[in-house]
């Protein structure tokens, strides 16, 4: 969408400029590479990550991942997953190590579809972000860096970023104007230093570890589990991996040590002969190491995300912590998720500048939490084990039965937040809670599970132009548009209210209306996902069998024209077996009278609302996407 | 494996030399390039099929192409799937037509994995077999296709087929010898034609029918479904299709016609306004046709699948019939993977030659079977429609309460063979019967649900050393080795029984240990699958939950060995919602004492038996394993 109209006319125009091709920036340039965007995207490494770094895909953003079509390219490599974490402790009497307990790494209390973490070599997740972006026009530009930037709207207002690249070795220069410029350089990032954003440290506990990935041969039992080990000669963390890898993370030095020095190191000899000593009784012994490194551990969250909602940073260059609860790349994934549909929304006209601003608000807030957990959750596990008989140490006969320490309880407890589900946006202009002030009383209906801010539920329901099984919450692809799941209850009962609805919607002053296509008398009867609007696709989900639906008869107009996206909420669900309309029911909506959800682009839930007779619906609508979009809509506009 | 040592010097040796790269001969060549064979392949066409032909991938097939590894690819195309099947006749009183009804097309009686038949064009799914061999060597030899060969064991009792090849305009040639010679040539084979093998034509009846791939724009509501829809215009059949397109047969003409002509044909434009006339009141335009054909329906059976156990035929050089129940590709499958295993256990040691002669006995047999209902099905299909006042055509309010019509039955009894679970091999060597006059008591242990020649069923289990949950029947890579399932019951009951079994396994004239492998001593400990023989795969099933499982308390060293193949059967299960082990009762299994089943590398089941303390479970197996392998076994040998 750039144009080459303003601006000096030496230097090519982009929509955004992007810096670091780690799992920020390629999920940012990704997204926009498929909105239709102009992009620049370099990385000052010769190559994708060969080894080491970030490998742990979450349950959440495995879902993510399906949504973008890029979940199958992942798991073609076989990747480790991770089903369960297992608890070694030193034994209540007697030498060496003994499991005292086990714990689902996502517990059935969460609603996953794949209840499991994804362990790859971040280097080959790195080439299926870098291999869709092919097919859509963006070749990472490598290997270069950024020399300096100046953002200015003033003398600038479309493109007011101008952005200095450099080849590696100094050979070639480029200077390039934008609209944006994201950092996502990881945690020593040059435009956070110039920009002089403050890190802010938030432990003053530090702690030097090792890591190493190799293949080893050993007797351990738990090799192919994520296992957390204490004993009396240190702390060990294992992490399986693909292709018979293993993870060791090794504690080399603590601030609390009475030598600490935070340059402390260690060989890989070393480390191996610690290993050795911790998981004695056990043997272990390292055919390949494919890499090895030691690292300090330091807390820190960047005091701002942007100063001028046009050079923003994400992933790295906003938060550091311990690797271990494997959130590292989950969280720079949403970093960038986040941004990206908020600078789409804008561009492409549909929303006001101000939603930018709720990028710092809402993932700074996630980073704090990140942190405040990775604190507890490293400390604990940093911290010498608790003393056999503070435990009751389990008996190899029955692994099971052992009361929760402390550091089980705080893994427990944060089960959500690490399986990404439990990334919760508090209330602001995109997510709408039960105590906003607005006028309609169909906001936030009684019974209601969703919650504003979170993820829609999962469950799934019966497409009924083919018939086909289907995961609703997978349904629309991630297509820079809002998602309108209509639960339209028991038809009988709804009748109207569905009528009306669509009625309103397709009424003038509509948020729908409003935004139309400018193509709209073009566009092919296949389109499936916007045949009216770029900005929203619609659901309708029915609360009867899908052999009872006749779609002319049932639905609307406006809504059957997404006929790909009207579902029979027909299937047994084991979380609500007694329900006739399980997704209706898992939602908390009234199976007779079902209701209406708003889906961000991003997947988390902005309003909830009943399904009216009348225009009260679409008026609560209105009234919620006119605090940010562009055009004045419905009552708003009658009123003026 | 094929060596250079014997025939005639200036001839190449191969393993084996396969004519034609359809689904049979992509299969074969498949199967055995992956099992190490020296592989000749040529098929006639310049390139794979370009359009048309065969597409249907049945559930049972899915499943196979899952163990292959090869799902992923196929999915990676979004074909379409079909969950249901609707019948569209006259209605009762009025013009024109309506829904009588809708099945399943793989009901929940079925327990499949993919309870949905999978559309997608025939040369992408070549591509995807095409590319795996291509991995392991193959490279199909285009355009080429056979002039003569001759097959004599006395004259050379390795290499007993020679074969004279030919490109397609005549200007190379070759001279190969081969151990074996397949025919994958379709229903024009060259070689069934030399070897003078007849088909015997099953149905007197036959018929001419066009089909038509294409884009359409139509208002008819079941476009996205598979339907059958009679009227009084004639008769169609709609296929869904990948990429918004529809494959339509429709009936041009039947034996049974006053004017009846085999050569009967109609234009392009003549079908399609057929199709109108058929679907009012609905409407249909066509954007883009991609493929139209007019064929005769005739059913044919080869009499014969081979006659000197060297030179075979497969697929569709065997068997011909409508393509309606999407049987063609899937039968072609079974044909190869079932002569693929047999062909794999002679050369490498294992079998008899003897064990060649069950190819045509097993496959033979299904043939018939799918001819008796295929014939059934297209008569039912290409007949008139019943007159409206047979069947309570049901209105378009209750479009499932109809009595069903001699055509819905036919089909509904069907779906379980045309899912490809109901194929059902009979009694012979490699399957033994209940009825079976072997001595041991232990075989087929009362309750048991399983069958002799039939799949084993699905299930899920949580393997030990990773927790991760899996589906038990997948487990297992098509790796061309038997597969013994040891349900090993609860281990405080089956302690002894198991240590049993592994200690009778272990010695020196039980099957297991008289296949052992040549290089035991080197095997990788991160040998997974054979570590110990390359004709055996071991699972041990343990009736507990994960976490009691100490698998060097509970698993003798014997079966420890394949620690990736431990699980523990503590998965809920809809189907046996009861069960403390749900895999154990869906297999009719003592929950307590467990049982051994034996699978045939192809996936059949070939003996079950009990668990029995002493040396009974094993000399059971070794009996079996006795009846076709090479070497004599335990108690045989004794008594020799």
């Known amino acids: 969408m750039a144009k080459k109209s303003s601006g000096r006319p030496t230097s090519p125009h982009y929509d955004i400029v992007i810096i670091g091709a780690g799992p920020v920036g390629l999920m940012l340039s990704t997204c926009l590479a498929r909105w239709g965007y102009k992009i620049k995207h370099i990385d000052n490494r010769a190559e994708p990550t060969p080894t080491g770094r970030a490998d742990g895909i979450q349950p959440r953003s495995l879902d993510l991942l399906r949504n973008m079509g890029l979940k199958a390219a992942i798991m073609a490599h076989k990747p480790a997953k991770v089903f369960e974490v297992a608890f070694w402790d030193p034994p209540k009497k007697g030498k060496g190590i003994v499991r005292t307990g086990t714990w689902a790494s996502c517990p059935s209390f969460i609603d996953a579809r794949y209840p499991f973490t994804t362990l790859l070599h971040q280097g080959l997740i790195e080439r299926v972000f870098i291999s869709d972006l092919e097919k859509n026009g963006v070749q990472i530009q490598r290997p270069w860096t950024i020399k300096g930037f100046t953002s200015d709207e003033k003398s600038n207002p479309e493109y007011p970023v101008e952005v200095n690249l450099e080849h590696v070795d100094g050979t070639h220069r480029e200077t390039v104007r934008a609209k944006y410029l994201f950092s996502g350089e990881g945690a020593r990032s040059f435009i956070r230093d110039q920009l002089r954003i403050n890190i802010t440290h938030k432990d003053p506990i530090q702690h030097v570890w090792g890591v190493m990935d190799g293949v080893v041969k050993t007797d351990f039992p738990d090799i192919k589990m994520k296992c957390t080990i204490h004993s009396k000669h240190g702390s060990i963390m294992v992490i399986p991996r693909e292709d018979n890898m293993v993870r060791l993370y090794i504690q080399i030095a603590s601030s609390t040590d009475a030598d ?381």
Not at 340 to 364: C, M, N, P, Q, S
Not at 591 to 601: I, N, Y
Request: aromatic share 10%; glycine share 6%; with cysteine.
């Open 260 to 640: 600490w020095n935070p340059r402390k190191t260690a060989t890989e000899e070393e480390v191996q002969a610690s290993a050795k000593r911790i998981l004695h009784p056990y043997s272990i012994e390292w055919e390949r190491v494919e890499w090895y490194s030691v690292y300090p551990i330091g807390q820190g969250i960047s005091d701002k995300y942007t100063l001028d909602h046009r050079v923003f940073l994400g992933g790295d260059a906003c938060h550091t912590h311990s690797p271990k609860a494997g959130q590292g790349m989950n969280t720079a994934f949403l970093d960038a998720l986040n941004l990206a549909w908020k600078i789409h929304a804008v561009e492409a006209g549909f929303a006001d500048r101000a939603i930018l601003t709720t990028y710092e608000a809402e993932r700074k807030d996630v980073a704090e939490t990140l942190l405040a957990f990775d604190n507890k959750y490293a400390k604990l596990f940093s911290q010498q084990a608790p003393a056999a008989t503070d435990v009751q140490a389990a008996s190899e006969q029955t692994t099971e039965q052992t009361e929760d320490n402390d550091f089980i309880k705080t893994f427990k407890e944060s089960c959500e937040f690490t399986s990404g589900y439990g990334v919760a946006y508090k209330p602001n202009m995109l997510n709408w809670s039960p105590d906003h002030p607005a006028s309609s009383p169909l906001i936030n209906p009684a019974g209601i599970k969703l919650r504003t801010g979170r993820l829609l539920n999962n469950s799934d329901v019966t497409r009924v132009v083919d018939a086909n099984v289907v995961h609703l919450e997978q349904e629309i692809p991630l297509n820079g548009s809002f998602r309108i799941y209509v639960f339209a209850g028991k038809p009988s009962v709804t009748y109207k209210a569905l009528k009306d609805f669509a009625f309103h919607l397709g009424s003038k002053r509509s948020f729908y209306s409003s935004y139309l296509r400018p193509d709209l008398d073009a566009v092919s009867h296949h389109e499936k996902t916007n045949p009216h609007s770029l900005f929203f696709t619609i659901c309708t989900i029915l609360a009867t069998r899908r052999a009872q639906v006749e779609i002319t008869r049932d639905v609307p107009d406006l809504l059957a024209r997404y006929r790909d996206y009207i579902y029979a909420d027909d299937r047994w669900d084991r979380r609500v077996p007694d329900a006739a309309a399980a997704a209706h029911a898992k939602m908390g909506l009234d199976q007779e009278k079902g209701g209406v959800v708003v889906v961000r682009p991003d997947g988390y839930i902005g309003i909830v609302t009943s399904l009216a007779e009348g225009s009260e619906t679409v008026d609560a609508l209105n009234e919620y996407f006119g605090t940010f979009c562009t055009k004045k809509l419905g009552d708003a506009m009658s009123q003026l």
